[in-house]
């Protein structure tokens, strides 16, 4: 979403900020343009619950590598090439998946979470107006949480923003904030994260190379030998690990519902168009799988095999 044209620059300019000035600064200019996307969102599902991830990548996976790209963000910035170069080597980390990422962001720039609050809420409201008919309901969801205190942190934020919006426009729009399960100590403690979350997600993929210990954009280096010697049967990546990541899984769905019986929660990532898995998420009366939109044909076929089955 950040990557278009019209939207990178700005997006740049937020990242390279010295101050929460210059930060909200650029981040003012890409408010309007997020909320258009949300609008457009909101009017593709013409009335069904729309759920919105908050940023989640690192930022260094959005700045300019190339000489032209960084001079151009000096310019617009004020700063000079070498400047900008400093801050773009601030960013890299050693282990970017596991660093400064998903609500660890808000957490060090609140401005971020109170624009895409702004930008959720206010598209949301707007469609809202132009289709009273539909039951716009959106579903903010905060990623990458490992204690409930993150989470308190940003629903803290999401909430005050998106109340303030809602008053201002006399508005009766309702909204949910919920987390992505993504980090196993979120899994071993759901039911505190419960207590701030109305819904879950399980991000897998995290989830998945978290528990193992291993990354899933290097693991392709050594899995095959573990397949030749008969150490792992599938992919973990493409299927879930019922064994291991399956039973965190299971015990956050019990523990999460433990505090609200009625919390749907289900699974975002590649896993989702897996038939095995799939039916695994059926097993743990999950509400729903996501996946790419190629998989989606195969998910929604196993899911019905998977209820059949069930019945059966």
């Known amino acids: 979403m950040f990557f278009e044209p019209d939207k990178i620059a700005a997006f740049r300019e937020m990242i390279c900020s010295d101050t929460v000035e210059e930060r909200e600064a650029a981040l003012e200019k890409l408010l309007p343009l997020q909320q258009k996307d949300f ?8 009335g069904c619950p729309v759920t919105i991830r908050f940023l989640d ?6 700045v300019p590598a190339e000489e032209k790209d960084i001079e151009a963000l000096a310019a617009a910035q004020g700063k000079s090439v070498e400047a900008i170069k400093t801050i773009i080597a601030g960013l890299h980390e050693f282990n970017p998946m596991m660093g400064h990422r998903g609500c660890r962001l808000s957490v060090t720039y609140p401005e971020i979470a109170k624009m895409q609050t702004k930008a959720v809420i206010r598209a949301a409201i707007n469609v809202k107006k132009a289709h009273p008919d539909w039951n716009v309901l959106p579903e903010i969801m905060i990623p990458l949480i490992g204690d409930v205190k993150e989470l308190a942190f940003v629903k803290k934020i999401v ?31 759901a039911d505190e994260i419960a207590k701030e979350a109305e819904f879950f997600c399980f991000g897998t993929n995290d989830l998945t190379q978290m528990t ?68 695994f998420c059926h097993k743990l009366g999950l509400s729903y799988v996501s996946c790419s939109p190629f998989r989606v044909p195969i998910a929604r076929l196993a899911a019905a095999q998977a209820a059949i089955k069930d019945k059966k």
């Open 159 to 189: 909430v005050s923003v998106a109340d303030a919006e809602i008053a201002a426009a006399g508005s009766d729009l309702k909204y949910e904030v919920g987390t992505m399960i993504e980090i196993p100590r979120a899994a071993l403690t």
């Open 212 to 279: 193992f210990g291993f990354s899933r954009d290097d693991a392709g280096k050594f899995l095959n030998a573990y397949y030749d010697n008969k150490i792992y049967e599938n992919d973990p990546f493409a299927k879930i690990d019922q064994d291991g990541v399956g039973k965190l899984m299971d015990m956050a769905v019990k523990l999460g519902r433990s505090v609200r019986p009625n919390m749907h929660i289900g699974i975002c990532g590649e896993h989702g168009g897996d038939p095995t898995s799939v039916e």
């Open 57 to 62: 990548p690192p930022l260094h996976e959005f």
């Open 39 to 46: 609008e457009q969102l909101y009017e593709a599902l013409e």
